[in-house]
């Protein structure tokens, strides 16, 4: 089974990068955005805080690159999960059919997807680091896994509820920007830290690396943003396969409707 899920989910990769969509979304795109925030963002000081009260004086420009990488890889892990869990709802039982069980099927595809994440994942560090180096690279990189969890599950239970390839790709982009770029992050000015705030899916991972990036501290001094982050992904993980048993018992009742 596991020899059959690695070749499945080689050949799953393969076809997915083949498609300039993929490639102009989950490449080109969070690499532009990054690059341009920071060749258009002012080298200007701001003062911000924390959760926690905890005050921060930053360049502009470091501020903005260091959640852009937050951005660039909720971009990259949102579009890719979504469009992995749209394909495979359109091939999964082709695959059936040709003699892959479920189990092999879904062991293939999240294979696929945390190959992909994971080498995402550290380029996007790697890409941010060069143009500012956090005081606390653990950190850094802890955030960026945490945002890519949290879009990869968002990813998933959008195709999931409407595995529509633009439209879907459209509402991740947009839930990527309006939520690190705006709500969860300290150039949103007057909407950041606002009560309702601290709920939007970006705003834990967010206040990690803002931490380790300006202030430095120790893992275990920020384990509230890690901990409600890791609490936000598994709620929706929890919704994704709430979603699919929704959708596998519709498709049941579908198939019976039409033989009866």
């Known amino acids: ?53 905890t005050k921060i004086s930053a360049s502009m420009l470091d501020v903005h690159v260091i959640t852009g ?39 293939a595809v999240m294979m696929a997807l945390l190959s992909f994440l994971i080498i995402a994942s550290i380029a996007t560090t790697i890409l941010t680091i060069l143009l500012y180096e956090p005081k606390e690279m653990l950190g850094m990189y802890l955030a960026v896994i945490l945002t890519t969890l949290i879009y990869a599950a968002v990813g998933n239970l959008i195709g999931n509820l409407y595995p529509k390839m633009m439209e879907g790709t459209l509402i991740v982009l947009l839930a990527s920007f309006i939520d690190l770029m705006l709500l969860s992050n300290p150039m949103g000015e007057e909407l950041y830290l606002q009560s309702w705030t601290y709920y939007v899916s970006g705003f834990w991972p967010t206040q990690l690396v803002l931490d380790a990036a300006f202030i430095g501290s120790p893992i275990e001094n920020n384990l509230t943003p890690i901990l409600y982050s890791i609490l936000y992904a598994l709620i929706l993980f929890a919704l994704v396969q709430l979603t699919k048993v929704k959708i596998k018992e519709r498709m049941r009742s579908l198939t019976v409707g039409e033989r009866q």
């Not at 899920?5 to 393969?14: A, Q």
């Not at 892990?77 to 091939?91: D, L, M, R």
Request: aromatic share 10%.
């Open 1 to 53: 089974m596991i020899t059959k899920s690695v070749f499945l989910s080689k050949n799953l990769l393969v076809n997915l990068l083949r498609q300039k969509t993929i490639v102009f979304s989950c490449f080109i795109l969070p690499v532009v955005t990054l690059i341009s925030i920071w060749w258009i963002t002012a080298d200007i000081p701001m003062t911000f805080s924390l959760h926690d009260g």
């Open 69 to 107: 990488g937050l951005t660039a890889m909720a971009i990259t892990a949102g579009i890719f999960s979504f469009v992995i869990t749209a394909e495979y709802q359109k091939i999964a039982k082709r695959l059936r059919l040709t003699g892959y069980s479920p189990r092999t099927i879904n062991i």
